[in-house]
């Protein structure tokens, strides 16, 4: 599905994109830097920093992998001659190998420069010098070499395969690169919510530092995280706290933190770099700054005294005890604890203390204090928030945007907490995240983002989508750059054979679970109708034909990378499958036990099949790889509740039919698309039946066995242009021949025009056994060359994709752009048959909050020469409050706004449809014209036909 977005286009500083310096294969006026024999020199200062010199050996093993011999790193100098080219690594500042003070990237932030020298040293022909402006821009550059030569930053986290080869190639002599700065200064993660299945799987992994068992986090499990992070280009990390504690758990986690280069922080909640439950531990007192202050004063100092050697992002402000809002804290004792701590700081840190990075996170209710008129110092970053579920409460306003400390947000692909969880797996529409953290990026939050991920796993394609949007925003400024991405990092990580395959696959994907995630699906009603539209049977439909697919690419994948695309792509494609699958059939088999079919019992046993398979692909995805990643999905997801209620999955509650349901009326039974067939009923009403049915849309009918036996049945109509796929059969129960689906057919040339009413008798045959199916039809006498070129009413209903407008203007440096798969005057041309009072337009929204109060999302529209109707689909709520039907809107995958368009009714004939997008941010998915037909459904009714010249759009 494409949607529609209204930006303001602003203009952006560019970065260059990474450019591809070392190639697997030769090519013109390339230079061969490695063999199999032969792996690069890598040519290094003892000046240089601990990070870089980790990245080195990094580098070193990393073409060990690709060649089969790790290179040799040589500190300050090297007298030996060789034909081969050497790497030259430094940092400005710390390396007097190269004399380069007068570099480009001299003073900018994390930057560095690949760049082909020759003759650098006597007997040495040429070499790849790697520069960078500080100690993280050398890293940076010394892991783009990494991933050029085939090592993928998820190498550990995700087992992606190393290709070898037998040799490496440099490009020509004078080849340069420049990158960065980043786009965004900060760029991190939150591992957050890891005590079932991140703990499980750390305890059982990596060697105790703590006696607790549930407190692994050590130094040997934050190595791989610190190397992830820098691979991905991130360099700021929350560490695990719901049950650990970061510089206690393991005394070595700080100085590997700063050996690596990864700055540390706390959670919005932590402040002063101390973890949660080191209050439990280490506070005398109550967490209560009227009624401890003296104490809290001197546990916040401790944080500053133990951190104030290494790099640390320091989480200013204070909330109530864990995360959660203080009954007692006031806006002034707000503004008094943050001068305290910027006391603290000063004392601890002395004249670099008005550099120190800080933040202060006005998550949920913290944000009612800023509106209060809280005076926050002008080198604090203000971390802005989504809602949870990945929609911006608030973007900086004009006036703000000059202050030192800028602007961030902390973003969610992961959370627990009201009104659903959703931890299990990804759950995320990339496109989405793209709209978003595109705005936040535009409206000028560039000093911090930071995203909570969970576990980590299975969240490696959102969290690397967000970090590299933060590394290098000039890759992601147009709406179609997220299937680029996609084609992209399927390309560097499996083959650019399957790069299009996966991106179609992964959009899709985004798109299925942006409806319902997964823990939503049980709240009832299902959120696909059993009824109507076909709308469960498609989704299902949906879902097997993506499975389809991605088990095709999976089976055409070499064996060796299986198991990353089993983790990446296939996991929660199968998974996603299952899980929809048992709650469609839990659904139908609800309807079908009203109808007294046999084939309830039959599909019942189906929906326990998939609650089975669900955990049979949970035991998979723990047994890959050897095992290792067992425990890593164990998160309840079926049944939930509420927080971490229930403690296991809970299948939904299934029903049976017996002998005892079976009905006076006999053996036979007769349903049809949007009549359940209730029991006793000899005649039944369908749906109106025309011409212009959505396409996949018809009109069928189900003749079904109500009780165990064997029986013949035939279909007669009472007209000539009315028939069916199917006129006789025969059904037996039990077994999985006991119904048959019939398609109606109808010959519209000999059809009357205007409406009638036909009448298939569905009879068992020998028997006096008969129901009648009544079938309204309705043939409009328009000519065909009136409804070209528009949107064309079927059954009292005008369905159209809100990227299927019939024309747009663009005015004023605001434009409408599609949002592939995700979502100024917008016109929609369509025709109607009926003449409706009370015809009402209903808009399908993005999720998108008002991220500026002063300018609420707002729409209008107007149909034909009415006044237009402005509307502000989201009402207004302060910092730390929800709008009404925000929790419906978040489970819902966006708002839904109903608005009436006249008294009047309106006629039959052509009409048209104004939409104005009157606010940056509002994305619009899907337009109905209502005139009375809609049916009770959850995605709204399928999109109408279009004619086009000879043929249907």
Known sequence: MKLLICIQTLLLLLVSSAAQIINLEPFPNSILLATTLH?????????????????????????????????????????????????????????????????????????????????????????????????????????????????????????????????????????????????????????NDEETCLTSWARTRFPLASSDRNRPFTSSFYTHVFELILRLKGNYLWPAMKNSMFYVDDVANGALANDFGVVMGTSHHEPMARAYREQERDLDGRWDWSLNKENLTAFMNAGAERSKGWETVYTMGMRGEGDTESPTLTAPQLEEIIAVQQEILNATHGSRASDLPKIWALYKEVGKYYQQGLQVPDDVTLLWTDDNYGNLLRTPYPNETSRTGGAGVYYHVNYVGRPKIYEWINTIQLAKTWEQMHLAYEKGAREVWIVNVGDIKPLEIPMTHFLDMAYDMSLHLTSTSTTTWLETWTSKTFSPDIASAVADILNRYGRLVNRRKYETLNMPPLVYSTLFYDEAATALWEWEALLEDTSRVYEGLGETWRDAFYQTVLHPVEAGKTVNELYIKAEMVKLYKAQRRTATNRLATEAKTAFARDKEISAEYNGISGGKWKGIMCQVHIGYTLWYEPSRDVIPDLEYVSDADVPASGIMGVAGQGAVGDVGEREIVLLEMDPYLPPGQSRWIDVFCRANGIFEWRIESNVSWVGVDKDEGTLEAPGDMDEARVNIEVDWSSAPKGRSTAALTVQRKDTEDAITVLLPIFNPPVAKGDLVGRWIESGGVVSIAAAHYSALETKNGVSYVEVPFYAPKLRYDFFTFTEYEGVKVRMYLGGSRNHDTTRPLRYAFAVDNREAVVIQPVGDAGLGEDPEGWADSVITGGWNVTTNVTEESLKVGRHELGVWLLEPGVVIQKVVVDLGGVRANGLGPPESLMLQGDGWK
């Open 39 to 191: 792996p690069p020199v890598i040519l290094l200062s003892s000046n240089e920093t601990a990070a870089v010199k980790r990245a080195a050996t990094s580098l070193s093993i990393d073409f060990g992998r690709v060649l089969g011999k790790n290179s040799t790193i040589v500190y300050d100098t090297f007298n030996t001659s060789t034909t081969f080219p050497v790497l030259v690594i430094g940092t400005l500042g710390y390396s007097p190998l190269l004399r380069l003070q007068n570099s480009s990237i001299q003073g900018k932030w994390e930057s560095y420069t690949h760049e082909v020298i020759t003759n650098p040293f006597p007997g040495i022909s040429s070499a790849l010098s790697v520069v960078g402006s500080d100690k993280r821009g050398t890293v940076y550059g010394i892991y783009a070499l990494s991933e050029q030569i085939g090592v993928s930053p998820w190498y550990f986290w995700a087992d992606v395969p190393i290709a070898p080869s037998t040799s490496l190639h440099l490009s020509p002599a004078g080849t340069i690169h420049t990158q960065g700065p980043p786009s965004v200064k900060y760029r991190g993660i939150f591992i």
